[in-house]
């Protein structure tokens, strides 16, 4: 593994806290956190940009609520973005995955998803959605699925159907007002 692979996988460990609970755990922390500091006045936001995103952000050319591949983004900067905004930083290195199960499982381990994700389509959509909507008020999420497989046992079919998962919980985040950005690359 390269040296940047290690950086964004720090990166993505010092941002979720790796080890420390599940993704429904750290968004209630945040939650709590964030009511306990009474939270900066909401601002009227520019359209195109969720509430809590200013003008100059990386994300001023990239919709709201998407899914796409990373082309010219790199990881550190989505991460510093995300942070910078406030949102959720989520990121997933695939590369070493070679089927559906495999995918699905590091996902679940690098989202820090509860025990109990049932590794399968619906399940991945209940974590990104409703496990997640129902802590509360969400900041906004920079999601990063890098090195996506290019497999037999993991085809185009797929893939797209992964992506599609992200897809619908982007529209699901979209109803909600709250951006949710997916950048993903194929290994």
Not at 165 to 173: D, K, M, S
């Amino acid at each position: 593994m390269s040296d940047s692979i290690y950086a964004h996988d720090t990166a993505a460990a010092e941002l979720f806290a790796a080890g420390d609970g599940n993704l429904f755990q750290r968004v209630m922390q945040l939650h709590a956190a964030a009511q306990a500091g009474g939270g900066p006045e909401q601002q009227e936001a520019e359209p195109g940009l969720s509430s809590n995103e200013e003008p100059m952000s990386l994300f001023t050319t990239v919709r709201p609520n998407l899914v796409q591949s990373i082309r010219a983004f790199r990881v550190q900067d989505l991460a510093d973005e995300a942070s910078r905004l406030g949102q959720h930083f989520l990121y997933a290195y695939c590369g070493a995955a070679q089927s559906k199960q495999e995918v699905m499982e590091t996902i679940a381990t690098s989202f820090l998803f509860p025990k109990h994700f049932g590794k399968n389509y619906d399940a991945l959509y209940d974590c990104l959605t409703d496990l997640v909507a129902k802590a509360g008020a969400q900041p906004g999420f920079v999601i990063v699925l890098e090195g996506l497989p290019i497999a037999q046992k993991f085809d185009k079919e797929g893939r797209e159907t992964l992506l599609d998962v992200f897809r619908e919980a982007a529209e699901f985040w979209a109803e909600r007002k709250v951006a949710f950005r997916v950048f993903y690359s194929f290994a």
